[in-house]
């Protein structure tokens, strides 16, 4: 078996980054990907009314170095939403003002700080329980956790105040101009005809002699295998067991997350804005396409499993959409058509990503190691920016210097 050749499986940002790196080192790289398109879960398309919407993917953030850096070498233009990602005004619970809120995110900081590795045992929400600010900022917070981590705040480690702690206080935020999806496509595009699209994987065996994976259109041979799927997919078969036990244990330590997504077609010319809904862990922003104006549709995110089966986002939006037009009466919604996003019934997603529990802290450092003929990618195998386009570029760039050390591995990640 030629010892420079790989097969990819995956064609989202973690698998076609590593097959770029691979291919620009000189490897012979074949990528395949299960759905009839590339992106995986960022995945932008268009609402009748020309609205561009993110059904996956959206917010980037001045820190993702990696993802910036990538857009800027593909020559892809992020806009200026005119909002910030992480500034929500929280609504429905007990009164708060953006004083209280301030001294709550100081407060935030210095609790999460002195938590250490106790971040890891305890909850949230007994994290919260201890933090020294009003109660309407108690509620907010563990509504904007629920809400992005994707599960209850009993059932999520403290760890995850982190990106709560570190958010900056006044930024506007940036997407990808033309879609989430855009270097995924424009990778694609480099790689040609070694990304072959609507071809699932079946079956894979390793041996000394090499890698043969089984496709729904035949089979592949390679002396390397890279898995660039998201975790409840890997865990899986035929997947699973080519990890070794300790591996798979580590893969399997995870949450996984639920959230959905809201899109309402909107008319008129709102400023752009973020509300959280604190009895309902769903946020819903307007926001700026660039220097175009406003983009017309309200969107939403909602976490969470019990939150998703309260706004009944498995019929449809209109529960949803209905009950965000209480929240925002000021804005003309066409409620009557509303649409969801869901990602645990994708049978190449099965959740959006994954989440610390209280007390199982996953041995994460084994997933970004190679094992003999096999590496990993993915984003949930990412130490900084698991859940993030940031940290699937990242594994991406690791798996592929596993693979071959003359490639770099991430540089130090900010967060
Ligand atoms: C609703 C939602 C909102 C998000 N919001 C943001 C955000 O605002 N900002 C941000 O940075 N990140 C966000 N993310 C996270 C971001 O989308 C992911 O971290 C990133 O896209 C994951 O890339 P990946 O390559 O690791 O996995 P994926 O994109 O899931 O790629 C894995 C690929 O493997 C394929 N596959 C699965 N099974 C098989 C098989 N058997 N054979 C072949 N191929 C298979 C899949 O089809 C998929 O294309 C969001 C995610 C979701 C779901």
Redesign the pocket.
């Known amino acids: 078996m030629e010892p420079h050749t790989a097969i990819v ?9 590593a097959a770029e790196a691979l291919v620009n080192a000189g490897w012979d790289v074949t990528v ?4 009839d ?6 995945w932008t398309d268009r609402l009748p009314n020309g609205a561009l919407i ?8 001045d820190v ?1 170095v990696e ?1 910036l850096g990538l857009c800027q070498r593909l020559d892809i233009a992020l806009a200026r939403t005119g909002m910030s ?1 992480h500034h929500r005004t929280p609504v429905g619970g007990p009164p708060v003002t953006e004083e209280e809120l301030a001294a709550g995110r100081a407060a935030l900081r210095t609790l999460f700080a002195d938590l250490g590795d106790e971040a890891y045992a305890i909850s949230v929400a007994e994290a919260i329980e201890r933090l020294d600010a009003v109660e309407g900022a108690k509620v907010a917070f563990r509504a904007r956790i629920e809400c992005t981590s994707g599960a209850p705040a009993t059932e999520l480690a403290a760890w995850h105040l982190l990106h709560l702690a570190s958010a900056p206080e006044h930024v506007d935020s940036p ?1 990808i101009a033309t879609g ?1 999806d855009a270097p ?1 496509r424009a990778l694609a595009a480099l790689l040609g005809d070694r990304v072959r699209l609507s ?4 079956a894979v065996s390793v041996t000394a002699a090499g890698v043969t994976v089984r ?1 729904s259109q035949g089979e592949h041979a390679a002396a390397h295998l890279v898995l ?3 975790q409840p ?1 890997v865990v899986q078969e ?2 699973g067991s080519l990890l070794p036990p300790a591996v798979l244990a580590a893969a399997s330590a995870f949450g996984v997350s639920h ?3 809201l899109f309402v077609p909107l008319a008129g010319n709102p400023e752009p804005s973020a509300v959280l809904d604190t009895r309902r862990d769903y946020w819903v922003w307007t926001a700026n396409q660039g220097d175009d104006g406003l983009r017309p549709v309200l969107a939403g ?1 909602a976490g969470s499993k019990p939150m998703l089966e309260l706004l009944e986002v498995e019929r449809g939006g209109s529960t949803w959409a209905r009950s965000v037009a209480e929240v925002r009466p000021d804005l003309d919604l066409d409620v009557d058509n509303a649409g969801t ?1 869901t ?1 645990a019934d ?4 099965q ?3 994954t989440h610390v529990r209280p007390g199982n802290r996953p041995d994460d450092a084994l997933l970004r190691q190679r094992y003999g003929r096999l590496v990993l ?5 990412d130490d900084v ?9 990242r ?2 760039q690791r798996a592929a210097h596993l693979l071959d050390p003359s490639l770099p591995p991430p540089a130090a990640a900010q967060h």
Request: net charge negative; charged share 20%.
């Open positions: 499986v995956g064609a989202g940002f973690s698998g076609l980054i395949l990907e299960a759905r398109r590339v992106g995986g879960r960022a993110e059904r996956g993917a959206e917010w980037v953030e993702q993802l990602y997407r989430s995924t071809e699932p994987v079946q496709s660039a799927l998201p997919i035929p997947f959230a959905a997504k995110f996003q990602w994708d049978p190449y997603a959740g959006i990503y990618a993915g984003e949930f195998t920016w698991s859940g993030f386009m940031e940290g699937a570029i594994s991406g």
